[in-house]
C-alpha cells in the first residue's frame, strides 16, 4: 500500500499562538478598513468632505471647534485665500470627517501591528512579511492621498484614486492572511472544479472594480446635478444623468449572471464544509443586497443612506471575490503537492 508522506517540519517551526495572533490581528484590521470605507461613504453622502478644510489639523486645531464662536471672525476669508470660497463652519459635518479621520489613524495602528506581527512568518514564509510591510506603506500614502484629496477641494479623480487605494489595502491584507493558512486550507473536492474557475474569479474581479469605478463616476454625476438643483427636485436627476448611468445599470447584469455561475458551480462540486462553498454564499448574498440598494436609489431619487451602502456592499464584494481567488489558488496548490507526495511515497508491503 502506499502512505501519504507529511509536510516536512519547517527548521523555524511556528507556534500556533504566533500563527493566530497574526490571524485575529489580519481580521481585525480587514474588518477596520471596511468599517472606513463604509464612513467614507458616509462623508461623502452627507457633504462632509470638506468639513475640515485642512489637514492634518481641522480648522487649524488638533481637535476640531464646537461652534462657530470659536473661529475667528474672518475665517471665512482666510480660506477663501487658501482657495476655499465657500467654507462655512457646521458642526456636524465637521466631527463626521473628524470621526472619520480619527478612524483612518486607527487603521494605520490596526495595520502597523499586522505588520510587527507578521515577523513570525520571516522564515516561513518570507511573502507574508513582505505584502504586511506593502500594506503598511500602502496606508501611508493612503493617509497623504487624502490630505491631497482635501486640497484638491474634493477633485473628482482623487476621490476615486482614494477608493482603489483602499481596495487595493484590502487585497494585500486578503492575501496576507490566507498565505499565511495554506498549510491548512480544505482540499476537498477542489480538484473536480473546471479549471476555467480561476479565469472566472479573475474576470469577476475585474468587472467588480470596473463597475465600481464606473459607480465613482455616476456618483459624481449625481453631486453636479445636485448642486445645480440645490439638492431639490430629486425625480429629475435621473433623468439629467449621464450615459454611463445606464451603462452601469446594465452592466450589473452581466456581473450578476457570471457571480450566479461561479457561485452554482462551487455549490455543487464542493462538500457544505468547505471554506469556498461558504464564501460562495456570503457573495451571492452581497449581490442581491447590492443590486436591490441600487434599484432603490434608481426608483427612491438617491436617498443619502442607499449611497454609501451601494458602495461599501460593492467593496466588500470584491474582497470575497479575492479571498476566493486566493484560497481556491491555495487549496489547489496544496491538493497537487499532497497528491505529488502520495505518489513518490515509496512501496511498503503490508
Known amino acids: ?6 509536510y516536512p517540519l519547517s527548521a523555524h517551526a511556528m507556534d500556533s499562538s504566533q500563527i493566530y495572533q497574526f490571524r485575529r490581528l489580519g481580521m481585525a484590521t480587514v474588518l477596520a478598513v471596511y468599517i472606513l470605507i463604509l464612513v467614507g461613504g458616509a462623508v461623502r453622502a452627507t457633504g462632509s468632505g470638506m468639513g475640515c478644510p485642512d489637514w492634518p489639523t481641522c480648522f487649524g486645531r488638533w ?20 482657495g476655499y ?3 462655512r463652519f457646521n458642526a456636524t459635518k465637521t466631527w463626521i470627517e473628524y470621526l472619520n479621520r480619527l478612524l483612518g489613524v486607527s487603521i494605520g495602528i490596526f495595520i502597523l501591528l499586522t505588520m510587527i506581527s507578521s515577523r513570525h512568518f520571516r522564515h ?18 493612503q493617509g497623504w492621498l487624502g490630505s491631497r484629496v482635501v486640497a484638491s477641494n474634493l477633485q473628482p479623480g482623487m476621490i476615486t484614486l482614494h477608493m482603489l487605494m483602499a481596495q ?8 496576507a492572511l490566507v498565505r499565511s493558512q495554506r498549510d491548512v486550507v480544505p482540499t476537498t473536492g477542489i480538484n473536480k472544479l473546471p479549471a476555467v474557475v480561476n479565469k472566472v474569479l479573475i ?28 439638492n431639490s427636485s430629486r425625480e429629475l436627476w435621473v433623468e439629467r444623468l449621464h450615459i454611463i448611468f445606464y451603462v452601469h445599470r446594465s452592466f450589473s447584469s452581466l456581473i450578476l449572471f457570471t457571480n450566479l455561475w461561479l457561485v452554482w458551480k462551487l455549490w455543487k462540486t464542493l462538500p457544505a464544509e468547505h471554506l469556498l462553498r461558504k464564501l460562495a454564499v456570503v457573495l451571492m448574498g452581497l449581490l442581491v ?28 464584494i470584491f474582497g470575497v471575490q479575492f479571498a476566493m481567488w486566493n484560497l481556491y489558488r491555495a487549496s489547489l496548490r496544496r491538493h497537487s503537492n499532497e497528491t505529488d507526495l502520495t505518489f513518490a511515497a515509496p512501496q511498503v508491503a503490508n
Open 1 to 6: 500500500m502506499r502512505h501519504a508522506i507529511p
Open 63 to 82: 481637535i476640531p471647534p464646537t461652534s462657530e464662536q470659536q473661529l475667528p471672525d474672518n475665517y471665512q476669508q482666510i480660506y477663501a485665500d487658501r
Open 85 to 87: 470660497a465657500e467654507t
Open 124 to 141: 516561513k514564509d518570507p511573502t507574508v512579511v513582505k505584502v504586511s510591510v506593502a500594506a503598511f506603506l500602502a496606508v501611508c500614502f
Open 168 to 175: 487595493l489595502i484590502v487585497a494585500m491584507l486578503i492575501y
Open 203 to 230: 474576470a469577476v474581479m475585474a468587472m467588480t472594480l470596473i463597475q465600481m469605478i464606473m459607480g465613482t463616476q455616476v456618483r459624481e454625476s449625481v453631486d453636479i446635478i445636485a448642486k445645480a438643483l440645490n
Open 289 to 316: 443586497a447590492t443590486i436591490l440598494l441600487g434599484v432603490t436609489m434608481d426608483r427612491l431619487h438617491f436617498p443619502a443612506f442607499a449611497q454609501p451602502l451601494h458602495l461599501w456592499f460593492a467593496s466588500l
